[in-house]
T-cell receptor, first 111, second 117 residues
Framework: QKEVEQNSGPLSVPEGAIASLNCTYS??????FFWYRQYSGKSPELIMF????GDKEDGRFTAQLNKASQYVSLLIRDSQPSDSATYLC???????????FGGGTRLMVKP | NAGVTQTPKFQVLKTGQSMTLQCAQD?????MYWYRQDPGMGLRLIYY???????DKGEVPNGYNVSRLNKREFSLRLESAAPSQTSVYFC????????????????FGSGTRLTVV
C-alpha cells in the first residue's frame, strides 16, 4: 500500500463546477499537508497547505483535513479551463525529513 | 531572485555514460532534494540533504550519488547511465524540515528531462 494515495483520474468537470480532489495517507504521525499543481511539462507549484483539522480557504481553493480519517481534500470552486492540470497531494511527517507525494490526480475542466 | 535553478534542461546520454545534474537555490533554504518523476509513479525521492554537509538516501538511490557542495548547491551524479534512468528529474529546496506551514513546503526547479539510449 502506498503511503499517499490519490485517484489518478482523469477527473472531468464542466467549467464553473466544483472539482473535488481527494487524498488518503497511511502515516498517523503526518503533520503537514500540501497540494501542488503541475501543468504538463512543468514543475509542481504549491497552491495550498493545511495542518489543522477542518477547512482552509484561499480564493477559489479550499483544503479540507480530517486527521481521524486520514484524508485531505482539495475543492476548486468555479473551475476554469486553466485549472486543468495534475494535482499532487504531499504529506510531511513531524518525525520525517521529507514530503511524500501521491501519484497525482489529473483534472480536466471542459469549456 | 531565481528560486531553484537546474541545469541542463534536456540531456540525451548513451548507456554507460556519466553526467552530473546541477541544482542551485538562492532562497537560503537549509534542505535540498532530488526527485525523479515517471509516468504512473509520481515523484520519488532519490536523495536529500537536510542541511549543508549532510546527505541521505531516499526511496530510489541506486545508481546515483549526490554532493551538497555548499548551502546553495546540490548536485546529482549518474556514474553509469542506464535506460531505466530515463526520467524527469526535479531538484527542490525548503526551509527547516521540522517546521510546518507553507514555508516548509518545497520550491521546485524547472526539471531536467533525461533520456538514456
Amino acid at each position: 500500500q502506498k503511503e499517499v494515495e490519490q485517484n489518478s483520474g482523469p477527473l472531468s468537470v464542466p467549467e464553473g463546477a466544483i472539482a473535488s480532489l481527494n487524498c488518503t495517507y497511511s502515516d498517523r504521525g503526518s503533520q503537514s499537508f500540501f497540494w501542488y499543481r503541475q501543468y504538463s511539462g512543468k514543475s509542481p507549484e504549491l497552491i495550498m497547505f493545511i495542518y489543522s483539522n477542518g477547512d482552509k480557504e484561499d480564493g477559489r481553493f479550499t483544503a479540507q483535513l480530517n486527521k481521524a480519517s486520514q484524508y485531505v481534500s482539495l475543492l476548486i470552486r468555479d473551475s476554469q479551463p486553466s485549472d486543468s492540470a495534475t494535482y499532487l497531494c504531499a504529506v510531511k511527517s513531524n518525525a520525517g525529513n521529507m514530503l511524500t507525494f501521491g501519484g497525482g490526480t489529473r483534472l480536466m475542466v471542459k469549456p | 531572485n531565481a528560486g531553484v535553478t537546474q541545469t541542463p534542461k534536456f540531456q540525451v546520454l548513451k548507456t554507460g555514460q556519466s553526467m552530473t545534474l546541477q541544482c542551485a537555490q538562492d532562497m537560503n533554504h537549509n534542505s535540498m532534494y532530488w526527485y525523479r518523476q515517471d509516468p504512473g509513479m509520481g515523484l520519488r525521492l532519490i536523495y536529500y540533504s537536510a542541511s549543508e554537509g549532510t546527505t541521505d538516501k531516499g526511496e530510489v538511490p541506486n545508481g546515483y550519488n549526490v554532493s551538497r557542495l555548499n548551502k546553495r548547491e546540490f548536485s546529482l551524479r549518474l556514474e553509469s547511465a542506464a535506460p531505466s534512468q530515463t526520467s524527469v528529474y526535479f531538484c527542490a529546496s525548503s526551509y527547516s524540515i521540522r517546521g510546518r506551514g507553507a514555508n516548509y513546503g518545497y520550491t521546485f526547479g524547472s526539471g531536467t528531462r533525461l533520456t538514456v539510449v
